[in-house]
């Protein structure tokens, strides 16, 4: 029997919760905190595909609050192998406070057990990242690449967020041209296909298509499609993706 995605999500989340009840965040599912532009995909601090050790370790990242300078915030440790071998799951990659302690910092996945730090702003080397705590800054170094989301988007199956407002609009910007998705089709346990985006008056809005559960449905129908502002009032994203699909 095929199982919904909510089902996925439901399980991801109670396993994650019992196996790491200290987690601030899920790596695999959920939305990232407001703010989030991007994912940071960095092999020397968050290791390579499959969730192995980085073959190179970077040495110690110092954390800072502006991206010029500033106070320094704590530094980003590489992970750590769990267990003796070349080809052996780490840890995930980590915070060393200011205080002395070290935590596990928040991830989210790219693609199955692709690993990125949850980015914010960038300017030239220098990036923004989610601490768990706060925003600080980083310079990053070779092999770094900054996936800004709204490119992610169209790569991936999404879903509509707890942030979503419930309206489609027929047009980007015009909040006279939109409407509230019907009621069945709100209800329905749909899947988000991103087309294109548009920045007008500097938001970024997303043409969207929801259609039936692929993971549910042999062939699956579009249900609706329209316009809706990226990201809500907070800054929170309004339509996030499943890294790992059905």
Do not use: K
Request: glycine share 10%; aromatic share 6%.
């Amino acid at each position: 029997m095929r199982r919904s995605l909510r089902a996925h999500v439901l399980a991801g989340l109670l396993l994650a919760g019992a196996s790491r009840a200290t987690e601030p965040i899920d790596p695999e599912h959920g939305e990232p905190p407001a703010g989030t532009l991007a994912l940071l995909q960095w092999p020397a601090l968050t290791g390579t595909s499959r969730g192995l050790c980085p073959e190179s370790p970077a040495q110690p990242q110092p954390l800072l609050s502006a991206p010029a300078g500033g106070d320094r915030a704590g530094e980003l440790l590489p992970p750590e192998a769990l267990a003796p071998g070349s080809d052996t799951p780490c840890t995930p990659p980590r915070l060393h406070r200011s205080d002395g302690s070290v935590v596990d910092l928040p991830t989210r996945e790219l693609g199955y057990e692709e690993i990125a730090l949850i980015a914010g702003e960038r300017r030239d080397d220098r990036v923004q990242v989610f601490t768990g705590e706060a925003w600080s800054w980083v310079r990053i170094g070779d092999g770094a690449r900054y996936h800004p989301i709204e490119t992610l988007l169209p790569e991936r199956m999404g879903y509509l967020s707890g942030a979503f407002g419930g309206r489609l609009c027929d047009v980007p910007g015009d909040a006279d041209r939109c409407a509230a998705l019907p009621s069945q089709v709100a209800s329905d346990d749909l899947v988000v296909r991103a087309l294109s985006s548009r920045r007008i008056d500097g938001r970024l809005w997303l043409e969207i298509e929801l259609h039936d559960n692929v993971c549910e449905v042999d062939e699956p129908q579009p249900r609706a499609r329209g316009w809706l502002p990226a990201l809500d009032g907070g800054g929170r994203w309004t339509v996030w993706f499943y890294s790992r699909g059905c």
